[in-house]
């Protein structure tokens, strides 16, 4: 199928890409009468993005807060809902709004130049046909591709390992010797669930940076945009987004640290069988480690592009990636927020718009 723009995602970011889209005069693909033409394939089988598979107990005061989409305020929202249902269920209320051509779940596994020069058209393959467009904006966020570092003995350990992404509540860890690895906000939310029915263990590589106050929007916010910004302009590797952040003094946090449940051991250097091999050399069993060690951009399906550079990092431009002005980021970077994912994608609508 032969379309204009491909949007591949359908979380915050691919959404108001879509909205700017259709602002911007774009119709959905097979109607309309010579206007340009857009489509958004999402992977998820309902609307939500990577909120419909947040853990159960991250309710809707305790994330860090939703921007609203474009144009259409969040509905008041107890907040002692999950926010596993409470976003997607306000996802699926814009979708039905604002009438965006939205596929799913159809998955985008590559995306390739259909000539091999850089002003001809892209190939977007599925796991539902092939299409033809001639630019893509991307928002397949993170959730698919956790960071799982893999230390000497990792499959020797004989206990359970689990990755954030599949942490459901604490129950599951009542009464054991728990391992959490790791120095962002899931972490840190996690573990303060877990000691409270578990003796938990924490491991960061780096000591733990909090912030003295709050986490001011106009000061802090700006200045970790900035950061992030550079080095996506410089092409650089991104890091996680703890270590552009720092963490807060949230209640949940001053809490674990009164009951003493903060207290931060440096990286073990090795799993054995029933658990790990300290810095110090000594050994600390364990029955669950938890690798609470974030996630990288979700881009494997634009490997064939070639888009990174000897770095490993893509040096991008606004939402424009620099080498390849056919395929705009959203939702990356200084983007890889609810606030950030908004504004990236009125920004990728409108440089596609005036390319093409
Ligand atoms: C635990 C956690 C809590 C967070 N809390 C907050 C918060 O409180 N406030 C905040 O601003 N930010 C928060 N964030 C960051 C948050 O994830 C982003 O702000 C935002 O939700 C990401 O939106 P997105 O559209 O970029 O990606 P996602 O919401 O991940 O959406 C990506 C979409 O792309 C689809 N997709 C992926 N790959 C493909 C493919 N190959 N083909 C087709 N579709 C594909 C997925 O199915 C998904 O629907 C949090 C992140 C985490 C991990």
Not at 212 to 238: H, M, N, S
Not at 336 to 343: E, K, P
């Amino acid at each position: 199928m032969k379309v204009d723009v491909v949007v591949i995602g359908a979380g915050q970011a691919g959404l108001s890409a879509g909205f700017h889209l259709a602002r911007r005069g774009f119709v959905p693909v097979g109607t309309g009468t010579g206007e340009p033409t857009f489509a958004i394939l999402d992977a998820g089988s309902g609307p939500g993005g990577a909120w419909r598979h947040r853990w159960e107990s991250l309710r809707m005061s305790t994330v860090n807060g939703i921007f609203d989409l474009p144009d259409f305020p969040k509905p008041p929202i107890d907040p002692c809902e999950p926010s596993r249902d409470a976003v997607p269920r306000y996802f699926a209320d814009f979708e039905a709004h604002s009438e965006l051509p939205i596929r799913r779940p159809v998955t985008v596994t590559a995306v390739r130049r259909v000539d091999d020069d850089h002003d001809g058209d892209l190939r977007v393959e599925t796991s539902a046909g092939t299409w033809t467009a001639r630019a893509i904006i991307n928002a397949t966020g993170t959730f698919n591709n956790p960071v799982l570092p893999e230390y000497p003995g990792h499959d020797r350990f004989l206990g359970r390992q689990l990755h954030s992404r599949d942490y459901v509540d604490a129950d599951a860890f009542t009464g054991q010797q728990v391992g959490v690895v790791g120095g962002g906000i899931s972490a840190l939310q996690q573990l303060a669930e877990i000691s409270r029915v578990a003796t938990v263990h924490w491991y960061t590589r780096r000591e733990p940076v909090f912030l003295d106050g709050d986490f001011r929007p106009e000061v802090e916010g700006r200045e970790t945009i900035a950061k992030v910004t550079a080095d996506v302009v410089a092409g650089r590797p991104l890091s996680s987004v703890v270590s552009y952040t720092g963490l807060l003094w949230t209640p949940y946090a001053i809490d674990a640290a009164g009951r003493g449940a903060l207290d931060r051991r440096p990286m073990f250097t090795a799993l054995e069988p029933g658990g790990v091999r300290e810095a110090d050399g000594s050994f600390t069993a364990l029955d669950t480690v938890l690798w609470a060690t974030g996630y990288r951009a979700d881009l494997k399906h634009l490997d064939p592009l070639g888009l990174r550079n000897e770095l490993g990092g893509i040096a991008v431009d606004g939402t424009r990636v620099r080498d390849e002005p056919r395929v705009h980021l959203i939702g990356f970077g200084p983007s890889a927020s609810t606030v950030g994912a908004n504004r990236a994608g009125r920004g990728a609508a409108r440089e596609v718009a005036r390319r093409l």
